[in-house]
């Protein structure tokens, strides 16, 4: 089996699609309604040698992003650097980040929503979680401190942290772990 895994903000730069339009959704290739990317998996179905699958799918991509790559990777630039700024300041504002991004706050946020699928401040929030979930991980078997915690994943305080960790996965940090272990791979590979 191949697969290819793309960044969160490259995604549209290959399908030509507002990645905003796969938030929390699961969907097939085969959906997209892709004349090109049909005929892609009708190839890689067809093909037992997994090189000349790669080949396949390395051609496709810059295929579709030969057209209009200077203009594509340049927008590209600048949502990830609002993203690796995201990743070391996940407390950082909208407005910080369209200042990196050489944007204003509406068209960042649009470009963002675009490439990202979601909105920069939704994202942040998944970072923070992230971040959190990561530093539980590390300190498996000890007891956890939820305040530095909070601070070092950059929550505004201990009882911001709880409410949004409870938001997004139902428990709290505490309860959390007296179930099961907190995991995070979102930094095992940074971007």
């Known amino acids: 089996m191949i697969v290819v895994v793309f960044q969160p903000h490259a995604m549209s730069m290959f399908l ?7 938030y929390n959704r699961e969907v097939s290739g085969y959906d997209i309604e ?3 990317l049909n005929e892609l998996a009708t190839r890689i179905f067809d093909c037992e040698n997994n ?7 390395e051609k496709w991509l810059v295929s579709q992003i030969a057209d209009n790559l200077a203009n594509t990777t340049y927008r590209v630039k600048r949502i990830d650097a609002a993203i690796q700024r995201i990743y070391i300041t996940p407390q950082i504002s ?6 990196i ?3 204003s706050k509406k068209q960042f946020e649009r470009l963002f929503l675009s490439f990202v699928g979601i909105n920069p401040k939704e994202y942040t929030r998944i970072v923070r979680f992230q971040k959190a979930l990561a530093q539980m991980q590390h300190q498996a078997g000890k007891e956890i401190n939820q305040a530095q915690i909070a601070y070092t994943s950059g ?3 201990q009882s911001h942290f709880i409410r949004e960790f409870k938001k997004l996965c139902g428990y709290t940090p505490v309860s959390l772990l007296k179930i099961s272990n907190p995991y995070s791979d979102l ?3 940074p971007v």
């Open 16 to 22: 030509n699609i507002p990645t905003s339009l796969f």
């Open 34 to 36: 892709n004349k090109s």
């Open 51 to 57: 090189s000349i699958c790669i080949s396949y799918i």
């Open 94 to 99: 909208v407005n910080e980040l369209s200042s």
């Open 101 to 103: 991004a050489c944007l």
């Open 155 to 157: 929550y505004a305080d």
């Open 187 to 189: 930094f095992t590979n």
